[in-house]
């Protein structure tokens, strides 16, 4: 695991760009792996801004979202699908029938589910995952105790996730109960995996995420495990990591650099 520790959300925003564009310059047809939350977002207006002002293109790649809520319907301004239409699908020019996500509507869940995992491994897998972190140590939806060889699957979220969530809701009771999501599993079979953290309220989260012990109770931690995982923090998110000072020598001093 790299952890790249950077003074701003912007400076992140720029770095995680970078690997992306270059990632894409390499494979034209790369395999996005997409979340949602508002940590990606800055990630998102940068690639939308060289995708406008540089000439970038992702019209050959395809997507998977994460996850999704259940019992939304379809055309709610929350439903995962549509926020990332409207935050990154639609400044860009990944074509929309090239965005794959979880239902959160579909009524065999379970045969939706596999489907979704089906989907993944017909188009090769996911080459370049993005990932945010919740407050609680989640990826995607995987609440704490989750399996850490957990697959898509339809989960509880917990009142912590939900109350963190009702800031896009008009209340805590709008927030869904439930929600479909990738597994641990699934997101650990990504070939290469971005999570951005940033913001006092992820410290915690990143702190055991980095070098806590890996535990079903802080789901981020089964990154430990992955083979290529860069982990950008901003300041804030990054205080609490024992080892910054040699995560910033390392990152300075890369063999080779
Ligand atoms: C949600 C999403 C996660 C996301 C997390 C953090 O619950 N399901 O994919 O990483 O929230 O969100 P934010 O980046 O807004 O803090």
New binding site residues.
């Given amino acids: 695991m790299d952890v790249v520790v950077l003074p701003t959300p912007a400076d992140i925003a720029r770095a995680a760009a970078d690997r992306i564009a270059d990632i894409v310059s390499q494979r034209p047809d790369t395999v996005l792996g997409l979340?949602?939350?508002?940590?990606?977002l800055p990630l998102y207006q940068e690639l939308a801004r060289r995708h406008r002002e540089e000439g970038l293109s992702l019209a050959q790649t395809q997507a998977f979202l994460?996850?999704e809520y259940v019992g939304l319907p379809a055309d709610h301004p929350e439903a995962?699908r549509n926020v990332i239409d409207r935050e990154f699908i639609s400044l860009v020019d990944i074509p929309r029938e090239a965005v794959n996500s979880p239902s959160g509507t579909a009524e065999d869940m379970t045969a939706a589910c596999a489907a979704y995992e089906e989907a993944m491994r017909a188009a090769g897998g996911v080459d370049i995952q993005i990932?945010?972190?919740?407050?609680d140590g989640?990826?995607?939806?995987n609440e704490p105790a989750s399996a850490l060889t957990s697959r898509t699957r339809l989960t509880t979220l917990t009142k912590q996730?939900r109350a963190?969530?009702a800031r896009f809701f008009n209340s805590l009771e709008e927030v869904p109960m439930h929600?479909v999501?990738q597994g641990l599993g699934t997101i650990m079979e990504a070939r290469e995996i971005l999570l951005?953290a940033t913001g006092t309220?992820?410290a915690e989260a990143v702190a055991q995420l980095v070098e806590g012990p890996i535990s079903a109770l802080w789901p981020a931690t089964v990154l430990q495990n992955h083979q290529h995982t860069t982990v950008f923090v901003d300041e804030e998110a990054g205080a609490n990591l024992q080892l910054r000072d040699y995560y910033a020598h390392v990152h300075h001093n890369r063999p080779g650099a």
Avoid: M, R, V, W
């Fill in positions: 979340a949602t939350g508002s940590s990606p994460l996850d995962y990932l945010g972190i919740g407050t989640h990826i995607a939806f996730t963190d969530n929600a999501t951005i309220s992820k």
